[in-house]
């Protein structure tokens, strides 16, 4: 079976533009939510989807934003990107969200020049 | 304040040499506490969830325990291929969100 699969792997932009990562969850799982891991650190939660509905959000400004579509996949959008933006971007599914087990897709590399 | 606090930052092992890893926390209304071992630029990779107090789980070299305010990932008889950060993780009550709060890890080498 397909674990998590996120695109692209890795991204280059510079400051100021806009990004849209994407997140495909494993078959059957019904929530998503996406982390952001600079080096040296732990993940930091972002968002939580479960049936197309955000359920929870993290300590991040306005410029994040996110949704999930119909078939369970989603999206991550940032704008106006800042060089503090470069880090590891983490997907991540569960049945139900929650407290229920999340697992983690590979990752998008963001580097902001 | 943080509020999961993982101890040894960084730990080196003899193949072998068994260890235990801390992950303590400060959050009220314990909802679930996770451990992941993570490998370098790749994601987390799920290992154990506790829910409540005395609970134990484990699997091949690793064992998995937690109290009320904190949970041990113990290794027996590590390899090389143990070498990784473990991060630990709760989600709680009160915290207006369900996404996981993550210690900052536990890099641990394995020498041969």
């Known amino acids: 079976d397909a674990g998590v699969t996120q695109s692209p792997t890795h991204l280059i932009k510079t400051r100021g533009q806009q990004v849209t990562l994407r997140c495909s969850p494993i078959s059957g799982h019904k929530s998503v939510s996406w982390y952001q891991q600079v080096l040296g650190q732990g993940p930091q939660f972002i968002f939580q989807?479960?049936?197309?509905?955000?359920?929870g959000r993290g300590n991040f400004p306005d410029r994040f934003s996110a949704r999930q579509f119909p078939n369970y996949s989603s999206e991550l959008n940032v704008n106006a990107l800042l060089l503090g933006d470069s880090a590891l971007y983490l997907c991540?599914?569960?049945?139900?969200?929650?407290?229920?087990?999340?697992?983690f897709g590979p990752g998008t590399r963001l580097t902001v020049l | 304040e943080d509020q999961v606090t993982q101890s040894p930052e960084a730990l080196r092992l003899q193949e072998g040499e068994s260890s235990s890893l801390n992950c303590s926390y400060t959050v009220s209304g314990l909802r679930g506490l996770f451990w992941y071992r993570q490998d370098p630029g790749k994601g987390p990779e799920f290992l154990f969830t506790l829910y409540s107090a005395g609970e134990e789980k484990e699997k091949e070299r690793l064992k998995a325990t937690l109290t009320k305010k904190e949970s041990f990932l113990h290794i027996t008889a590590p390899k090389p291929e143990d070498s990784a950060t473990y991060l630990c993780a709760v989600v709680y009550s009160g915290g207006g969100a369900d996404g996981l709060t993550f210690g900052k890890g536990t890099h641990l080498i394995i020498q041969p």
């Open positions: 991540a599914s569960s049945w139900t969200g929650g407290s229920a087990e999340q697992f």
């Open positions: 989807y479960y049936e197309k509905e955000e359920r």
